[in-house]
Every structure is written in structure tokens, then in C-alpha cells.
């Protein structure tokens, strides 16, 4: 009885977790209009260290980087005007957060907590430690010590 109740449970909590994502989402990509590509490149290469990838083919007006995770960033040249909001913010995590925070002092990279307090961190009410900074085009990234 005891094996049929341990059984059930498990089943249970299987149906459970794939009723929360049934379809099986994960994270492909993230697509930015960017005013210059090249500008906007050099960024994420330099100063997150992201490896460049093939763009699949498209115009040179688009390239993409990946993070370690297999997710993407896609940057896309566009004259289209963009309006940046910190509420609206990409947010990637790091286990390396506070040697993230001294490579951005020596690069002079601004950055900042959720109420815009320069060069420090914020802990979110679950316990994670976050920062905030801008891209060349103005686009807010949240940075985080959720390391699961």
C-alpha cells in the first residue's frame, strides 16, 4: 500500500509540473532594435564577454550572440525611435555577480540598484541580488546572482 501511495504521488507531481508548462516552453532569443549593430555588438561582446554566432544567413544589419545557456541575443539595426523603460528590462543571471560588478568599475560602466542607486546591489524580497545597467541604445538589463 505504502509503494502504491508513493507511486501515485509521484505521478501526481509529474502531471503537476507538466500541467505548469504544458507546451514546454524554454527561452530561445531576445531581439533588440539597436540604432548602430556595430556599436551595440562591441557592448555585449566587451563588456559581457558574449561569444558572436552565425546569424543564420541574414544581412549584416543583424547579428547574434549566445549566452552559455544556448539562449540568444539578436541585435537588429533599426532607424525605428525606441522607448526604454526599467520596468521593461531583459534579465540574465551570473554565480559571478560581484566580479561582474568590479569588471564594470574598470570598465566605467555605469550601473546601479532597482531605485537607481549607482554601483550597488538590491535584494530582491526572494533573496536574489540584482543589478541594473544600460545598453548603448538605452535598453535596461537586469543582472542577477539566481543561480538555481
Known amino acids: 500500500m505504502k509503494t502504491i501511495y508513493t507511486i501515485l504521488i509521484f505521478l501526481l507531481s509529474l502531471s503537476s509540473a507538466s500541467a505548469q508548462n504544458p507546451f514546454n516552453f524554454?527561452?530561445?532569443?531576445?531581439?533588440?532594435?539597436?540604432?548602430?549593430?556595430?556599436?551595440?555588438?562591441?557592448?555585449?561582446?566587451?563588456?559581457?564577454?558574449?561569444?558572436?554566432?552565425?546569424?543564420?544567413?541574414?544581412?549584416?544589419h543583424i547579428r547574434w550572440f549566445e549566452l552559455g545557456d544556448k539562449v540568444q541575443i539578436h541585435l537588429i539595426e533599426s532607424t525605428d525611435t525606441i522607448v526604454?523603460?526599467?520596468?521593461?528590462?531583459?534579465?540574465?543571471?551570473?554565480?559571478?555577480?560581484?566580479?561582474?560588478?568590479?569588471?564594470?568599475?574598470?570598465k566605467n560602466i555605469h550601473f546601479e540598484n532597482w531605485n537607481g542607486e549607482p554601483g550597488t546591489t538590491n535584494t530582491r524580497p526572494d533573496g536574489i541580488k540584482q543589478i541594473y545597467l544600460q545598453d548603448p541604445d538605452g535598453y535596461w538589463i537586469e543582472i542577477n546572482d539566481n543561480s538555481f
Open 84 to 106: 526604454q523603460n526599467k520596468g521593461v528590462h531583459m534579465a540574465i543571471q551570473t554565480t559571478e555577480l560581484d566580479s561582474l560588478m568590479k569588471s564594470l568599475e574598470e
Open 26 to 60: 524554454t527561452k530561445d532569443h531576445e531581439a533588440l532594435l539597436v540604432s548602430n549593430v556595430d556599436e551595440s555588438a562591441k557592448f555585449y561582446a566587451e563588456v559581457f564577454g558574449l561569444k558572436e554566432i552565425p546569424n543564420g544567413g541574414l544581412p549584416a
